[in-house]
């Protein structure tokens, strides 16, 4: 297993590099200047010569990514063209926050979707079965922003039960308010629901169909000790991979929800910094969310070996 | 095979029972309010994008904006000369730093009288804050978004002081009052030299700024802790100010919160405890918290103006913000392809006359917006714009502009593209045609509808527009100046913001029209409109600049399109005394709750 984590770690780093290679060369490909986007309709030539001077646009492209590497291996990862702060402090600012809501979320809609998506299958082609999946349907195939709006119609503007907002500021500030979290949170998890109790339900009738559901029953195990020691385990070990995959969400993927509840977190750093050209942050944000997919992604496969002891991981 | 749900109401039950029990506590802590005590607390939405995140007076291109300049500096450092009363873009005395300026010697000497302000600190403001700042400008120009070449602080000679509050400028030549007053001293904010004249945080002050490197070491010092916004409401540096308002809290997302300066020598003192700006991610966002009661100044997007009664129902009072403004499309005339067209003034009226902006006004801006006429805005009132602009020259008329392209030599083909089968000027080769690519700001539907309008009218002059639809820093980015040796393909643009009249409130156009200036993009360059806007730069009175706008109205330069409101704010019935200044700028002094 360690080698194979360590294998798994150098792959990572590569794959992590080949990432910043194509989006910083993609970025750079774009049309219209730098410079032009940052300083507004007012910048002059020589302002505009001056500030492709100050950041090195000037340089042959891969004059320019060394420099951002180099620069990037030493722990400094810019400063935003134009948010005036470091690309450092950004993402300390506001990686947490995307990190609470979407963390929350991802949680608490596995929380509910497991037990769901396990009755569903106990339970199949029964009124049970369909009522949830109907739910499930309808929640998945709701437009976020448009639930959202919906929520935040009912119950801030006309019962005045939840805020209209998330909370703002910061970390501590957020976690002492919890009220506002509770729309953006539900937003994100009543789509996320549908999403893992349909995973948890096939995988669950996939399972129960198995040998040894009936080799268990048969030398006298209850229905309960099946249920919960051999089948919900292994029905448990696709959502693993699932959840593994769901960190560069919970890194960076709350853009809408952030939009309409006036949430400032990774997903609005990132197109902000998008529509700006500000190229610092952009990779910035695209370490992050890459360092994070290959994280979720060895995680998922670390778990699914300590769930399957049929899985190992060794040469050959 | 199926089984029996093991325990199945415990699981259910307990579900249910944690998701109930946090709605709960949820619901005790749910709402949001603010409870006014003494003076209160005012909250103003900002609109997104907009948020304040540059303290220090010399601003960078990057962060040259109103956000930063006229709602967030100015409530800390008052410039000599604010502009903005009434509602219209004239002085403001009352929050203005120094006396009207006096000016003499056949306009080439300006003497200042500072009022008897003082510091947060105690310390008087005097001209040696004034002088620091100039040195620091003098050092730094090429990093001062405002700075022009032959502009501030290339055009003061000397400065003479007579006593700690007076100063007289030596200029260079001679200016004229207004331009000068508007254009070049009300953009200066005194600086505390006492506070500020130092080259490391732990460092003396001195006076560094005396030299051309002391300054140039102040100045780099100044930034680099202007690069610490989160900072900017501990920092000490930035809690001596001559303004109304002190920054108590302020965030990297833009929040910011400022209490009264309770040694502000301005005669308009705040009656507020607290003021707060509110940034918002989107207008989306804006209008749920505007609707559920939770900002005291906010403001409607275009598109959901229907919702004005109903809030004017829940109390709040619908007024749009008149701004201080121009819109337009500019011309590429460098266009290797169509250069030679748009050169030809018959061709600009004729495309001119098939924009029919009061039609947009009434219908595509629900009838908040107003024709831009000239390069002088017609709204707000001001004693600025000319009778002849005020009429505009141009009104809608295709059939007269079909006839002006048929007497010059074009064969009309509606829906199509016309073509030039006689004499149609200097470069229009025959055979040519009207066809022309335009190239607009995406996310915006009123002006994605203006250039749909102006497509399917322009069609029956037989000028063909083909439309391309790009997101707003790529449309800015590529309707630059063409350079020799480089492609040059954009031929009319139309990034839909215009061109607003803030920080240099004399709308002069020296920043537009001016040949070879930055931000005249399409290298429009007439010597007669050079000549009128130096006129307006450096002769007295009003007549130059009737002169200059009414030939730039006549010419076309650019097509003028419809202007429309800064934003449709909504502004709660309980908060007296706002008023909208035309520059943007906010005086939360004036403001208070009524009970």
Redo the contacts between chains.
């Keep these: 297993m360690t080698a194979y984590l360590i294998r798994r770690v150098v792959q990572a780093v590569i794959v992590l590099l080949l990432v910043t290679v194509i989006v910083f060369t993609m970025l750079h490909e774009?049309?219209?200047?730098t410079a032009?986007?940052?300083?507004?309709?007012?910048?002059?030539?020589?302002?505009i010569a001056?500030?492709n001077a100050e950041h090195g646009l000037n340089n042959p492209l891969p004059v320019q990514y060394w420099d951002w590497l180099s620069q990037t291996l030493q722990g400094d990862l810019g400063?935003s063209?134009?948010?005036?702060?470091s690309v450092a402090?950004?993402l300390s600012?506001r990686l947490p926050k995307t990190a609470i809501l979407a963390g929350i979320s991802v949680l608490l809609a596995l929380?509910?979707a497991i037990?769901l998506g396990f009755?569903q299958a106990?339970?199949?082609n029964k009124p049970i079965d369909y009522a949830l999946t109907g739910a499930a349907f309808i929640f998945y195939s709701t437009p976020a922003f448009w639930l959202a709006?919906v929520l935040?119609t009912v119950f801030?503007?006309h019962w005045?039960?939840?805020?209209?907002?998330a909370p703002?500021?910061?970390v501590s500030n957020i976690l002492s308010?919890?009220?506002g979290?509770?729309l953006p949170v539900a937003t994100i998890t009543l789509v996320s629901i549908a999403f893992y109790s349909r995973y948890v339900r096939s995988s669950t009738l996939e399972n129960?169909?198995q040998d040894y559901?009936?080799t268990a029953r048969s030398k006298g195990a209850s229905?309960?000790r099946?249920?919960?020691r051999h089948?919900l385990r292994n029905a448990l070990v696709p959502v693993v991979t699932l959840v593994g995959l769901s960190l560069p969400f919970v890194f960076a993927g709350t853009l809408i929800s952030?939009?309409?509840?006036?949430?400032?977190g990774m997903g609005?750093l990132f197109y902000?910094a998008a529509?700006?050209?500000d190229y610092p942050v952009l990779l910035g944000v695209t370490l992050v969310v890459g360092a994070a997919t290959v994280l979720g992604s060895l995680l998922a496969d670390v778990c699914y070996a300590l769930l399957d002891p049929r899985v190992r991981y060794v040469k050959n | 095979m199926t089984l029996p749900i093991p325990r199945r109401g415990r699981v259910a039950a307990v579900v249910l029972a944690v998701t109930l029990s946090l709605i709960a506590a949820a619901v005790a802590g749910a709402g949001s309010s603010h409870r006014q005590a003494g003076g209160g607390t005012a909250t103003i939405a900002l609109p997104p994008g907009t948020t304040p995140d540059f303290i220090f007076p010399i601003v960078d291109g990057a962060h040259y904006s109103v956000a930063n300049i006229e709602q967030f500096q100015r409530l800390m450092y008052r410039p000599l000369y604010m502009y903005g009363k009434n509602g219209k873009p004239v002085v403001n005395d009352a929050a203005s730093l120094a006396n009207p300026p006096v000016f003499k010697k056949g306009n080439t000497q300006v003497t200042i009288t500072l009022k008897s302000y003082n510091w947060s600190d105690g310390k008087p403001v005097t001209a040696r804050d004034f002088t620091f700042l100039l040195n620091l400008l003098k050092a730094s120009k090429k990093n001062w978004a405002a700075y022009l070449p032959g502009d501030i602080p290339d055009n003061v000679k000397a400065v003479k002081i007579s006593n700690p509050k007076t100063f007289t400028l030596i200029l260079d030549r001679a200016y004229s009052p207004i331009w000068f007053t508007g254009n070049q001293l009300s953009q200066l904010m005194p600086i505390p030299q006492h506070v500020w004249d130092k080259k490391s945080a732990s460092g003396p002050v001195g006076n560094y700024d005396t030299t051309t490197a002391g300054a140039t070491a102040v100045y780099n010092f100044l930034i680099g802790e202007a690069k610490k916004p989160s900072t900017y409401a501990s920092n000490p540096l930035w809690q001596v100010v001559d303004g109304p308002w002190k920054l108590s809290a302020y965030r990297t997302d833009g929040y910011a919160a400022f209490v009264p300066n309770t040694r502000y020598s301005g005669a308009v003192k705040p009656k507020l405890d607290k003021f707060v700006e509110q940034p918002f991610t989107s207008a989306q966002a804006e209008l749920n918290v505007l609707r559920s009661g939770g900002v005291d100044y906010g403001y409607l997007p275009q598109s959901e103006v229907a919702q004005a009664k109903a809030l004017q129902a829940q109390g709040y009072t619908f007024s749009p913000w008149i701004d201080w403004g121009i819109n337009y499309m500019p011309f590429n005339f460098a266009s290797p392809t169509v250069g030679a067209m748009f050169k030809q003034l018959y061709v600009r009226q004729a495309m001119q006359m098939v924009i029919d902006q009061k039609g947009y006004v009434r219908s595509l801006l629900k009838g908040f917006g107003w024709p831009t006429y000239g390069p002088v805005p017609v709204q707000p009132s001001n004693p600025y714009v000319s009778e002849f602009v005020k009429a505009g020259p141009y009104d809608y008329n295709p059939g007269k502009a079909a006839s002006l392209l048929k007497s010059h030599g074009w064969t009309i083909h509606p829906d199509g593209a016309s073509e030039c089968t006689g004499s149609c000027g200097p470069g229009v080769k025959k055979g040519a045609k009207l066809e022309f690519k335009l190239i607009y700001a995406s996310g915006d539907t009123t002006v994605s509808q203006e250039v749909q309008a102006w497509k399917s009218a322009a069609s029956k002059i037989g000028v063909k527009l083909d439309l391309s639809e790009a997101p707003f820093n790529q449309v800015i980015a590529a309707a630059a100046p063409c350079k020799s040796g480089q492609a040059c393909k954009w031929e009319i643009a139309f990034w839909g913001g215009g061109w607003l009249y803030g920080v240099n409130p004399i709308p002069v156009g020296d920043q537009q029209f001016l040949c070879g200036a930055g931000a005249n993009f399409g290298q429009y360059c007439d010597s007669t409109n050079d000549a009128n806007i130096h006129g307006v730069q450096r002769q007295g009175g009003l007549g130059p600049m009737t002169r200059f706008q009414n030939y730039m109205a006549k010419e076309l330069p650019v097509l003028w399109v419809p202007y429309r409101p800064y934003q449709l704010s909504m502004i709660k019935k309980t908060l007296k005394g706002v008023h909208q200044s035309p520059i943007l700028s906010l005086t939360p002094e004036d403001w208070s709750f009524s009970k």
């Design positions: 774009l049309p219209g200047g032009r986007a940052v300083l507004g309709e007012r910048a002059t030539n020589d302002s001056q500030f400063f063209y134009k948010q005036n702060e402090q950004l600012e929380v509910i037990p009755l106990l339970r199949r709006l935040i801030a503007i005045h039960v939840f805020p209209a907002q703002q500021g910061s308010q919890p009220s979290l509770v129960l169909m559901v009936r229905t309960s099946i249920a919960v089948v952030e939009q309409i509840f006036n949430y400032p609005l902000n529509v700006a050209r």
